[in-house]
């Protein structure tokens, strides 16, 4: 009944830009609130990239600070990630989420398939 699916991810070269889109779609009686990506490296863990509430709050890993930019369409449910000065550590499985809500309780996040961002020469 909830589905987020993202777009954007690819092949870039160093010092080059993506944007991350990310949709998110459920059932009437659901409430999007925070939304977000998270990214994972080969080998590492999974980790927060940026998240944006849904009153346009907005909180960055220390790594992507002055780089990337979230924002969001709340009409559309829909998230974005621009991405600039990207660098090779930036190589990632990004994965969108979605927290929802119903009017009287939380319902489970949501969560995207992920898309690939490699940043390579």
Excluded: H
């Excluded at 319902?107 to 020469?121: D, E, F, M, R």
């Amino acid at each position: 009944q909830v589905r987020v699916v993202e777009s954007g991810g690819g092949l870039v070269q160093p010092g080059g830009s993506l944007r991350l889109s990310c949709a998110a779609s459920a059932a009437s009686g659901s409430i999007f609130g925070a939304m977000g990506w998270y990214r994972q490296a080969a080998g590492k863990q999974r980790e927060l990239v940026a998240e944006i509430g849904s009153g346009g709050s907005t909180n960055y890993a220390d790594s992507v600070k002055g780089r990337f930019t979230i924002s969001r369409d709340n009409a559309k449910n829909t998230v974005y990630l621009q991405m600039n000065s990207l660098k090779p550590e930036d190589t990632a499985v990004y994965y969108c989420y979605a927290d929802r809500r119903s009017a009287v309780s939380s319902l489970p996040t949501a969560w995207g398939q992920g898309t690939q961002v490699t940043v390579s020469s």
